[in-house]
């Protein structure tokens, strides 16, 4: 009867035993699967806000906005104004609408790029003069492009910080 009781002994052990590797397997599948999801929607999130600030450095350097004359109205806050463009023609900036651009109240720029919820920085910079606008912002949903512009006939780099 004393050898029955220690069989009892031992199979109620392999169970625990077997139940914390079990539980040791769970953690470790729910942990994993928790990590590659949230790199995954942290991926989706920069590719995300990586094409919002491709268009918007799109709709900069290759069109005049809608209307093309926008940067005459110094009343921004207006609807006539719907689509802020900063080009003569594809990539060539133009000074004045640059200027109109700079002038611009930050979130008026922010509701004209259809950007309220991100914040921007823009730099256009060639060898002789910078201009910036909005806010620095340097972490890691932080997205920046640069593009290659002409600006009073000299090559410039524009770059465009998009942070959601």
Request: hydrophobic content about 40%; charged content about 25%; cysteine-free.
């Amino acid at each position: 009867m004393l050898t029955h009781h220690k069989k009892g002994q031992v199979a109620v052990l392999d169970l625990f035993i077997a139940a914390v590797i079990f539980g040791i397997i769970v953690a470790t599948v729910m942990f994993t699967w928790n990590s590659y999801n949230n790199k995954i929607n942290d991926r989706i999130e920069y590719n995300t806000n990586l094409m919002r600030a491709y268009h918007v450095t799109d709709l900069l350097t290759k069109y005049p906005g809608k209307p093309s004359y926008w940067e005459r109205d110094f009343d921004f806050n207006n609807d006539t104004v719907t689509i802020l463009g900063l080009a003569k023609s594809d990539r060539v900036i133009d000074p004045k609408k640059l200027s109109g651009f700079l002038l611009m109240n930050y979130t008026v720029a922010k509701s004209k790029l259809d950007i309220n919820n991100y914040e921007f920085y823009f730099k256009l910079e060639n060898d002789d003069v910078t201009y910036e606008k909005g806010l620095k912002i340097n972490d890691s949903s932080t997205v920046a492009i640069r593009r290659l512009v002409i600006y009073n006939e000299t090559e410039a780099n524009l770059d465009f910080w998009l942070q959601g």
